[in-house]
């Protein structure tokens, strides 16, 4: 079965940074990107980024451009997303999602596998 595991949140200061990770298994890579979303309280699940197999293509959504970076490790098992510079409004639960299969990259119903998230909370 594919697991994703996302790890790393935590509550911080505003102007502060956390790093999440999400760690798959029981999941090949090849020829699939993977990404970062995350749900405020009140509102729809959004993309915040998102990376390919290979690393060459990263998208971000306009409000984190700057400030978040989104990498993977060299055995693809493992995604990352720094977070800088963090605002009160970032708070939100942060999902890890893999295998965008279609429609556009920040859109949650284009991805097959999903993580349970882990809670961002910036004050």
């Known amino acids: 079965d594919v697991q994703l595991v996302e790890s790393g949140g935590g509550s911080v200061q505003a102007g502060g940074s956390l790093r999440l990770s999400c760690a798959a298994s029981?999941?090949?890579?090849?020829?699939?990107?993977m990404a970062w979303f995350r749900q405020r309280p009140g509102k729809e699940r959004e993309g915040v980024a998102v990376?390919?197999?290979?690393?060459?293509?990263?998208y971000y959504a306009d409000s984190v451009k700057g400030r978040f970076t989104i990498s993977q490790d060299s055995a693809l098992t493992t995604v990352y997303l720094q977070m800088n510079s963090l605002k009160p409004e970032d708070t939100a639960m942060y999902y890890c999602?893999?295998?965008?299969?279609?429609?556009?990259?920040?859109?949650?119903?284009?991805?097959?596998?999903w993580g349970q998230g882990t809670q961002v909370t910036v004050s």
């Open positions: 999602a893999a295998h965008w299969a279609q429609g556009h990259w920040s859109k949650p119903a284009g991805y097959v596998h």
């Open positions: 029981g999941y090949t890579r090849f020829g699939h990107s």
């Open positions: 990376i390919d197999d290979v690393g060459s293509r990263t």
